[in-house]
């Protein structure tokens, strides 16, 4: 029996119709391994993942495999973005054992949940020098029936070697100056001069690390780092990677040139590099940067925003071909010279294919390209290709389009609110913070969630406004809590301040060790083989190094010294692996920049209709000062309290200066002169007055 057709995840949904017997991950499952004695096949994936369609397609919907897979094995399906835990640990063995991991994920269990095989991506048939799905099926319910021992034996040994995994942390202290100098420098080594970004093909955006060279620059005017971020940003923006008429970022490029991209559309990247163009934006006021940072937020408001407020997952890869009727990765982007014509005539048709790069040989697959804007493209009126691009947009709306991804993660809709609230402050824009305090709403209202007479804790994941039923793990607390902290600089409603502060609260007590280390899951969280614990960024920042910068904030915000203490701890990591593989440690070497830097705490205070605080406010906003920390609110009535000063503790005995607006700068426990004067301001916090206007 199926049972997945009660499950709230879209990724298993799409297997609930399947003629395999699916399990979800639930102790039932291996009891029932047990009680049959066989093993259990563990099938790891997401909703948006192309070639967990394509296994699904060729073997989970082949009667004949089901059959197979149903007499021999329990099958577990899991949501790897619903359980990120589960899909970490098996990864960890995965890639030690083959040397590479990805999904879907493969994974032969003892009844004990202690792996015994993997791999990935299996055929239908052997190729490329991969044995085929069912000859896996086949030697491993051989071995388990022929060779039990064996399979025991190997079963505990990788167990074993899982648990010695634990990091040695030995409370490292956090990284100074030169840990920062050398990771930059390591970083230039893998530069990719001629293309932007890093390393070969596939070339992934590098959010984190971007952030971090901005910020680097921001604290030191090292120009190369900048130099490196901008030029990286603008081949991001002229390459495929981005969509070139409905904003947002695919996944990755398969090519070093970022031509042809992996179609799926995540939240998390689009969140990320939404923050990255919109920081770019601000250090340099480039009119491209500005231009992606608000089509990139648009795109997720337009596309990805569920009826409840939140942020949908991801968009497929996949979408059915109009030619052929059948599922065709990239067939709701992709475009030849003939169609271009055909939506255009032939002159306008002629010039976007010029603009955009397509070619009667194709970029792509049967011909087709996909848009970009090369760097020798023609010279042509803005305005003329601003309609050629709408036009295009409207005839692509007619295509069936991706699937979505309903589901609400809470880790990746707290990166949504940042970014949409500080761009919505940035760029004049109060829809977009007002979608960012919506879906915060969500995540309150939804998301926490009391149980057994406990303190509220933190859901994972929700769908149609209904909370999942899975635990929210580190990075959840820490990118809502970022999230939090972003929203309450942005609108100086205070309460986001108290939300973040319950979160990292949370943090403090349940997911952090003796020795300043974080663990990914909660102290009391369901038992694995082994309890996770990464500190190194994937395609968002890992939940330690993203907690570590909520937890910075949140101590500059309040003056707490536990808070403070705590991240500098968990920072030690950083330290260690900072200067030896920055490329994974991006988003904990921008928590260490801001740590550097102070963080520098503003305080903005007038009435609230005033324009000059308005203006004040605008100016702390859009320091570069990395990780600074800005409250706003109303002074002090007859020398009571103000009427933030509860909810804002760095405006406490702040007061105007001369009856005008006034702005207050600390850092390291010293204190500048308050200033009614936005470019004094500026220049206390290190930016040129005026910049990213």
């Known amino acids: 029996m199926n049972r997945l057709a009660g499950v709230t995840s879209p990724y298993l949904l799409q297997h609930a119709d399947n003629p395999v017997d699916w399990w979800p991950w639930e102790p039932e499952a291996f009891e029932e391994a047990k009680r049959r004695d066989v093993p259990v096949l563990l099938s790891v994936g997401y909703s948006a993942c192309h070639w967990c369609h394509v296994m699904a397609h060729e073997s989970f919907e082949d009667d004949d495999t089901?059959?197979?897979?149903?007499?021999?094995?329990?099958?577990?399906?899991?949501?790897?973005?619903?359980?990120?835990?589960?899909?970490a640990v098996y990864m960890e063995a995965v890639q030690a054992a083959t040397g590479q991991g990805g999904w879907p994920m493969t994974v032969f269990l003892t009844p004990d949940a202690e792996p015994f095989y993997f791999g990935t991506y299996f055929p239908p048939e052997p190729r490329h020098g991969m044995p085929s799905f069912a000859q896996v099926l086949e030697g491993i319910s051989t071995a388990w029936t022929g060779r039990?021992?064996?399979?025991?034996?190997?079963?505990?040994?990788?167990?074993?070697?899982?648990?010695?995994?634990?990091?040695?942390?030995?409370?490292?202290?956090?990284?100074?100056?030169?840990?920062?100098?050398?990771?930059?420098?390591?970083?230039?080594?893998?530069?990719?001069?001629?293309?932007?970004?890093?390393?070969?093909?596939?070339?992934?955006?590098?959010?984190?690390?971007?952030?971090?060279?901005?910020?680097?620059?921001?604290?030191?005017?090292?120009?190369?780092?900048?130099?490196?971020?901008?030029?990286?940003?603008?081949?991001?923006?002229?390459?495929?990677?981005?969509?070139?008429?409905?904003?947002?970022?695919?996944?990755?490029?398969?090519?070093r040139e970022w031509v042809v991209p992996h179609f799926e559309k995540m939240l998390y990247d689009n969140a990320l590099l939404c923050?990255?163009?919109?920081?770019?934006?601000?250090?340099?006021?480039?009119?491209?940067?500005?231009?992606?940072?608000?089509?990139?937020?648009?795109?997720?408001?337009?596309?990805?925003?569920?009826?409840?407020?939140g942020f949908a997952s991801a968009l497929d890869a996949d979408s059915e071909d109009?030619?052929?009727?059948?599922?065709?990765?990239?067939?709701?982007?992709?475009w030849t010279p003939a169609q271009l014509e055909e939506v255009l005539g032939a002159e306008d048709g002629a010039l976007a294919a010029a603009c955009f790069g397509v070619t009667q040989e194709g970029t792509f697959e049967h011909g087709a390209s996909v848009l970009r804007l090369p760097q020798d493209g023609p010279v042509v009126d803005a305005g003329r290709i601003a309609g050629i691009r709408q036009r295009l947009l409207e005839a692509r709306a007619a295509?069936?389009?991706?699937?979505?991804?309903?589901?609400?993660?809470?880790?990746?809709?707290?990166?949504?609110?940042?970014?949409?609230?500080?761009?919505?402050?940035?760029?004049?824009?109060?829809?977009?913070?007002e979608r960012a305090t919506e879906a915060a709403d969500l995540l309150v209202r939804v998301h926490f969630r009391a149980e057994d007479g406990r303190a509220p804790r933190l859901a994972r994941?929700?769908?149609?406004?209904?909370?999942?039923?899975?635990?929210?793990?580190?990075e959840d607390y820490g990118d809502v809590a970022e999230g939090f902290l972003a929203l309450a600089a942005v609108t100086g409603e205070g309460v986001w301040l108290e939300f973040a502060g319950f979160l990292l609260d949370l943090v403090l007590d349940r997911f952090t060790a003796e020795d300043g280390s974080l663990y990914d899951t909660a102290h009391?969280?369901?038992?694995?083989?082994?309890?996770?614990?990464?500190?190194?960024?994937?395609?968002?920042?890992?939940?330690?190094?993203?907690?570590?910068?909520?937890?910075?904030?949140?101590?500059?915000?309040?003056?707490?010294?536990?808070?403070?203490?705590?991240?500098?701890?968990?920072?030690?990591?950083?330290?260690?692996?900072?200067?030896?593989?920055?490329?994974?440690?991006?988003?904990?070497?921008?928590v260490a920049e801001a740590l550097l830097d102070g963080p520098r705490e503003v305080a903005v205070v007038g009435r609230p209709d005033d324009p000059a605080r308005a203006e004040l406010h605008r100016t702390?906003?859009?320091?570069?000062?990395?990780?600074?920390?800005?409250?706003v609110g109303e002074p002090a009535a007859d020398g009571g309290p103000g009427a933030a000063e509860g909810e804002f503790p760095l405006l406490a005995g702040r007061t105007p200066v001369e009856g005008r607006a006034a702005a207050y700068v600390c850092r390291h426990f010293v204190c500048e002169r308050p200033t009614a004067d936005p470019a004094e301001l500026a220049a206390q916090l290190g930016t040129a007055a005026g910049s990213g206007s």
């Open 66 to 87: 089901a059959a197979y897979m149903n007499e021999h094995f329990v099958n577990v399906k899991v949501d790897c973005e619903e359980r990120p835990d589960v899909d």
């Open 148 to 255: 039990r021992g064996e399979v025991a034996e190997v079963a505990q040994r990788i167990t074993q070697d899982l648990a010695g995994r634990q990091l040695d942390y030995g409370r490292a202290a956090a990284p100074g100056p030169e840990e920062a100098a050398q990771a930059l420098l390591a970083l230039t080594r893998e530069y990719d001069a001629a293309r932007g970004g890093f390393g070969g093909a596939p070339k992934f955006p590098p959010s984190m690390v971007l952030e971090f060279l901005l910020r680097h620059h921001a604290r030191t005017g090292a120009e190369g780092a900048l130099q490196m971020a901008a030029d990286t940003c603008e081949a991001m923006a002229r390459g495929g990677i981005y969509d070139q008429l409905g904003g947002g970022f695919a996944r990755y490029s398969v090519d």
């Open 275 to 309: 923050r990255v163009y919109a920081h770019l934006w601000r250090a340099t006021g480039s009119d491209l940067a500005r231009r992606v940072a608000l089509e990139t937020a648009d795109f997720m408001v337009r596309e990805l925003r569920t009826p409840e407020g």
């Open 322 to 334: 109009p030619r052929t009727g059948k599922p065709a990765e990239g067939a709701y982007y992709a």
């Open 399 to 433: 295509r069936p389009a991706p699937g979505r991804d309903d589901k609400v993660v809470a880790a990746w809709n707290g990166l949504a609110v940042a970014a949409l609230a500080e761009c919505g402050a940035y760029f004049d824009r109060p829809d977009l913070v």
């Open 461 to 474: 994941t929700s769908k149609d406004g209904q909370v999942g039923a899975n635990a929210g793990v580190l």
């Open 524 to 590: 009391d969280a369901e038992q694995l083989i082994r309890r996770p614990q990464d500190p190194t960024d994937t395609a968002a920042p890992s939940g330690w190094t993203a907690a570590a910068g909520a937890l910075l904030s949140y101590a500059a915000h309040t003056g707490s010294e536990a808070h403070r203490t705590a991240a500098e701890r968990a920072l030690g990591v950083v330290r260690a692996l900072g200067p030896r593989v920055p490329r994974f440690i991006g988003h904990g070497l921008s």
């Open 620 to 631: 702390a906003l859009l320091a570069t000062a990395p990780g600074a920390v800005v409250a």
